[in-house]
């Protein structure tokens, strides 16, 4: 499976941002699909996965009650809602697909990564 994220950009703290995801290939309603972030000089970290069908969803702490993943299958998209955007979320955002039956947090548990989209976030 390809993925292609796009929707990154320069932002000020505060705004909100929503970034996408979306795969071609094999049938995207198989993959468990998660967001990471990777800031600079720092490694890459996990942001929010969600299920196949979307009924689970798991987020790391620093962005809970701010950011939102959700999917469309019928689009083969997959979602990052960011609001209150902080300069610390300053970041590469990778999505990630994933063959497990729930999601993820490590790295190593995804098979495919897109090439990643820039998120500034200036004070």
């Known amino acids: 499976v390809q993925l292609v994220e796009s929707g990154g950009g320069l932002v000020q703290a505060g705004d909100s941002l929503r970034l996408s995801c979306t795969a071609s290939g094999r049938t995207f309603s198989s993959y468990v699909m998660g967001w990471f972030r990777q800031a600079p000089g720092k490694g890459r970290d996990f942001v929010a996965a969600?299920?196949?069908?979307?009924?689970?969803?798991n987020y790391a702490d620093p962005v809970t009650g701010r950011f939102t993943i959700s999917r469309d299958n019928a689009k083969n998209t997959v979602y990052l809602q960011m609001n209150s955007l902080k300069r610390e979320d300053t970041a590469v955002y990778y999505c990630?697909?994933?063959?497990?039956?729930?999601?993820?947090?490590?790295?190593?548990?995804?098979?495919?990564w897109g090439q990643g989209t820039q998120v500034t976030v200036s004070s």
């Open positions: 990630a697909a994933d063959l497990n039956l729930t999601p993820q947090r490590i790295e190593t548990e995804y098979d495919y």
């Open positions: 969600i299920s196949r069908r979307g009924l689970s969803r």
